[in-house]
């Protein structure tokens, strides 16, 4: 599952545009459906609940009383039960049955369950926060928010980082991103600080790069490449080696242009996408800049 997650994070790093559930992921390493299921089930620790193992089978009865509900269940021998404290006591003392759980682990019992308390609650409330920029247009989306499902918004991957690096205290507050992963928001943010805009003396935000065709040509290459790798990946034993043609009818690349900064007549032409795919095929890095 861990290197699932891996690679799933890195192949966001060349992506032109951020999906809603890809920023949750970057954020916290799960989708949305994963928050919306845990958040309903996942309670606060009860602390005068004692796990218990059952020495011999037992049927209980207890009446109802001022703040209690009556009832009757039945402990069956082998089984491990939680009851309250005082519970517990009786059943130990009668020999019914003795403690699963010491009292360290009882103690780590209640940690973990109190950690995973606030994480379903914490990543709920950032991926209400989320949803909210995103209505409310503090995050560009490169489609029509209000039209589209929310698993189809397409996100502006500059406006999603100068939104986290604006909400960056509360937002790593919230995240809970797991410790075994290779967390890449931080080299997204950093190369996001590295290139955003900044405001001259006229008090006009100056456009990050790149400014040049060169650079977003180069951009676009470098695009080129992320597809034409993940249309290379192996299938069975053989190593399928890309086409332009599947490249250029794969929607990535589609995107890629729109995004690339690039007019329709700067556009590469096939001749040089032929020869970057000869490049790629002959293991040719893009040019980093």
Known sequence: MSSELQEKLEGLKDASAWKFD????LLTGVTSTQIEYLEPRVHPPVLDIRYVLMLETREITWP???ETVG???IYGKGDVVPVNKKQAKHFISNGWAEDSESSAERKNRIKKEENQYQQARDQSTLMEMLERAI??????????VDTYPREKWRLNK????QWIDINKVTVFQLRHFPNNIDDILDNELQLFKETRPTTGKTGV?????PYTKRTKTNALRR????????????KGKLKVKPSLKSILSDTDWKYALEDSGLSNEEHPAKGTLSNWLCLFNNGTPPPKN
């Open 223 to 234: 695009k080129f490449y992320s597809i034409a790798k993940k249309l290379s990946q192996p």
């Open 22 to 25: 890809e920023v949750l992921v």
């Open 71 to 73: 009832g009757h269940a």
């Open 205 to 209: 935000p100056r456009i990050a790069g």
């Open 135 to 144: 209505l409310d247009r503090d995050i560009k989306s490169l489609n029509d």
């Open 158 to 161: 500059t406006s999603v980082l």
């Open 64 to 66: 109802a009383g001022s």
